[in-house]
């Protein structure tokens, strides 16, 4: 069945640091795929998507490329904050009727001053 | 729209007690999700509907857990009798009846039974 790989954290990084979170995926089909970000004590938002092969999601500094060849979606941002620090989810939709989505396990990111 | 609206936000119960978490998905959106997150097993879906309709019940973990929906404004969670292993976050999402579309998270509801 489809999943989602991620990198096990957590991810400890000093600010404006160079992020890279990276995440891999299996689907039969054509996925769209997510980051997700959860900070403490809130539910999940959604920070970015791509929903096709080549296309590069983009929010608040943070990218993330689909990449079908390398079934990969890694997440990167230039120079990390202190309020970055939360846990990622990368997340693929099976699509078609469905729209249910499948999460990674979670990177938590820690980003020291 | 104030978001997807869980309750209660914490809930403490005894072993053996039943336990209901509800949720009010978004106006409009015809999907809701159930999901638990704990730190053994990081997010696991249990549920959706689609249009109230149950679709895929397959990760609900044993008979004790029940979802309702009974119209399209209101979602329960039941766990009857509770356990201590039930011990989590649960959160509900709910997401437009579109391909690829974004699901909108509530802020939980933190259970934990003693």
């Known amino acids: 069945g489809n999943s989602v790989t991620q990198m096990e954290g957590p991810v400890t990084l000093s600010e404006e640091a160079f992020l890279t979170i990276n995440c891999t995926y299996t689907?039969?089909?054509?996925?769209?795929l997510f980051w997700y970000v959860q900070y403490p004590g809130e539910g999940l938002q959604l920070l970015l998507k791509?929903?096709?092969?080549?296309d590069k999601g983009s929010n608040k500094g943070f990218e993330a490329t689909y990449r079908k060849e390398t079934t990969s979606f890694h997440l990167e941002k230039g120079s990390v904050q202190v309020s970055d620090s939360a846990v990622y989810f990368c997340?693929?939709?099976?699509?078609?009727?469905?729209?249910?989505?499948?999460f990674g396990t979670g990177t938590r990111l820690q980003v020291f001053p | 729209d104030a978001g997807v609206i869980q309750s209660p936000r914490h809930e403490v119960t005894e072993m053996g007690q039943e336990v209901t978490l509800r949720c009010k998905p978004i106006?409009?959106?015809?999907?809701l999700f159930w999901y638990r997150q704990t730190m053994m097993r990081g997010l696991e879906l249990l549920i959706y509907?689609?249009?109230?309709?149950?679709?895929?019940d397959s990760g609900m973990p044993e008979d004790r857990f029940s979802a309702k929906m009974p119209n399209a404004s209101f979602s329960t969670l039941k766990i009857q009798p509770s356990e201590p292993r039930d011990s989590a976050v649960y959160f509900c999402?709910?997401?437009?009846?579109?391909?690829?579309?974004?699901?909108?998270f509530g802020q939980g509801t933190r259970l934990t039974v003693v």
């Open positions: 999402a709910s997401s437009f009846s579109r391909m690829n579309t974004e699901a909108f």
């Open positions: 689907a039969t089909g054509y996925p769209s």
């Open positions: 791509a929903t096709k092969a080549d």
């Open positions: 997340a693929l939709s099976e699509g078609g009727d469905t729209d249910k989505l499948i």
């Open positions: 106006s409009g959106h015809d999907y």
């Open positions: 509907f689609n249009n109230n309709v149950p679709i895929d």
